[in-house]
């Protein structure tokens, strides 16, 4: 059983900066794929940004250019930074891992 934990979201004015953190505990040995998804009110879950273990990416066309992921495999951590917000990124964003594992979610809201 893996457990994902996500932190670091919250209100920002348009234009502004978050960072998103998602810790894994568990049975974390093995996890090779880590993935931010969003899900908007009304909207169908969407991804975001997919990283490999060993560090291959692919995002969204939507935010290609102003949001980048990492992780840090020592610590099962991966990362969602956020620049340039657009109301339009306010939603639910949640921490995958390996597609079948899920976090509670963390509230975004980018205010105009």
């Known amino acids: 059983q893996v457990q994902l934990v996500e932190s670091g979201g919250g209100l920002v004015q348009a234009g502004g900066s978050l960072r998103l953190s998602c810790a894994a505990a568990?049975?974390?040995?093995?996890?090779?794929?880590m993935a931010w998804y969003r899900q908007a009110p009304g909207k169908q879950r969407e991804l975001v940004a997919h990283?490999?273990?060993?560090?291959?990416?692919n995002y969204a066309d939507s935010v290609k250019g102003r949001f980048t992921i990492s992780r840090d495999n020592a610590k099962n951590t991966v990362f969602l930074q956020m620049n340039s917000l657009k109301p339009e990124d306010t939603a639910v964003y949640y921490c995958?891992?390996?597609?079948?594992?899920w976090g509670q979610g963390t509230q975004v809201t980018v205010s105009s």
């Open positions: 568990g049975s974390t040995f093995g996890i090779d794929a």
């Open positions: 990283i490999t273990r060993g560090g291959r990416t």
């Open positions: 995958n891992a390996d597609v079948m594992h």
